[in-house]
């Protein structure tokens, strides 16, 4: 078994990255990718690895990104696994990977919570099961049973029937401010191009390009 996954490769071919193609802005330069993904028509774009620290010890799992203005905005349970983490060491860091594109970015920074409006105005935009959602999950708390949830789910269904379901205070945004970003392009022969962007101080970014 060991063997057979050891000969699992690809060699990347599509495309390569000069630094003559980068925008001196890193958020610039992801909405240029980003639209290209789109364009690209892959499924669910904006998923992305969010990994937080745990008293040292690193924590991964997907989320889906819904906005990029001064930052990478996603939304959660404040008070889940990945929301105590956070509120412990804002410090997080976001993967991309688009491997139709052959092509990674990982960004590193500081979160912060979007305000209560920005929250209010992405909660409203939801589907009503998933704003429902949001009140019957405990997120990453232990339940005896999927039953348990799926009757805490009737009931709330029962409460909020003909009226607007307020966003839960548990739940709402982060915005991710970067402080590093990484654009990689997969290469023949694993000669990647990498090129960094890190930040020197307001709107000011150092572009280095990095050894595969």
């Known amino acids: 078994m060991n063997h057979k996954i050891a000969n699992i490769r690809s060699d990347y071919t599509l495309k390569g990255l000069q630094e003559s ?5 890193p958020l610039k330069q992801f909405e240029k990718w980003f639209e290209e993904v789109l364009a690209s028509g892959l499924e669910e774009p904006n998923a992305m690895v969010l990994s937080t620290v745990n008293e040292g010890k690193p924590s991964a799992r997907i989320v889906l990104l819904k906005d990029i203005d001064s930052g990478f905005k996603f939304f959660t349970n404040y008070g889940s696994k990945k929301g105590q983490e956070i509120e412990e060491n804002p410090q997080v860091a976001l993967t991309f990977f688009w ?4 092509r ?8 912060e919570k979007v305000s209560a409006a920005e929250s209010d105005e992405y909660f409203s935009s939801r589907p009503r ?4 959602g949001a009140w019957v999950s405990h997120q990453s708390a232990a339940i005896a049973s999927r ?4 009757a805490t789910n009737a009931e709330l269904e029962a409460r909020f029937e003909g009226k607007d379901i307020p966003r839960p205070a548990h739940w709402g945004g982060y915005r991710l401010i970067p402080t590093y970003m990484e654009f ?6 694993r000669l990647h ?3 960094a ?3 020197k101080e307001e709107n000011n970014w150092k572009i280095e390009r990095l050894s595969p």
């Open 104 to 111: 990674q970015v990982r960004i590193e920074g500081i979160v």
């Open 99 to 102: 491997k139709e594109l052959e």
């Open 193 to 195: 191009d990498r090129l």
């Open 184 to 189: 990689w392009q997969g290469r023949p022969s």
């Open 129 to 132: 099961g998933s704003q429902i």
């Open 21 to 25: 193609d980068l925008d001196t802005n």
């Open 197 to 199: 962007y890190t930040k």
């Open 147 to 150: 039953e348990v949830l799926e």
